[in-house]
């Protein structure tokens, strides 16, 4: 079965520092691998994704992230952090056949961002 | 192009009554699928439509149901409501089946039981 752990359940960074989230997943075959970031009273917005090839993705708003089969991980990663990146973030892993387009979520990492 | 939208945004129930939330995906997307966030137990899926079938569910009691129309709007209904089930409920749609599909997710209805 799937699972994903998100060691992480707060982090504290300052404006402008590096960023990494941790991510590793269980599951069977090649997983399809997600990142989400929501912000208060708001719902899930897809960062990036990984279902195969390069295994470094870049997505949406600086952010990247690097697939390592060898040990069941998919980090996020911001070289720069700007105080609107304080939200809550999920790594998601996605069963990896036809018809099944349900999620299994992490337990999510608040981020904080200090000036 | 307009997003995922959910009805309403917020519900105050009292135990035992029952109460439907609505969905409406994007246009063209043919999939919907409903999860519950819970500070306890995190995202969790709930179900998933497509086509008005249900494709697939999640590890929930049969008080939580939902249905899909032929406009692929969804709603889903939870019946003798429990304090647990105080929660946020997340829909998503997607263009299709398969789990590469992109889901975009509206921004949730907040369910309190009292």
Known sequence: ?115 | KAGVTQTPRYLIKTRGQQVTLSCSPISGHRSVSWYQQTPGQGLQFLFEYFSETQRNKGNFPGRFSGRQFSNSRSEMNVSTLELGDSALYLCASSLGLGGYNEQFFGPGTRLTVL
């Open chain 1, 1 to 115: 079965a799937q699972s994903v752990t998100q060691p992480d359940i707060h982090i504290t960074v300052s404006e402008g520092a590096s960023l990494e989230l941790r991510c590793n997943y269980s599951y069977g075959a090649t997983p399809y691998l997600f990142w989400y970031v929501q912000s208060p009273g708001q719902g899930l917005q897809l960062l990036l994704k990984y279902f195969s090839g390069d295994t470094l993705v870049q997505g949406i708003k600086g952010f990247e992230a690097e697939f390592k089969r060898s040990q069941s991980s998919f980090n996020l990663r911001k070289p720069s952090v700007h105080w609107s990146d304080a939200a809550e973030y999920f790594c998601a892993v996605g069963a990896a056949q036809t018809g099944a387009n349900n999620l299994f979520f992490g337990t999510g990492t608040r981020l904080t961002v200090i000036p």
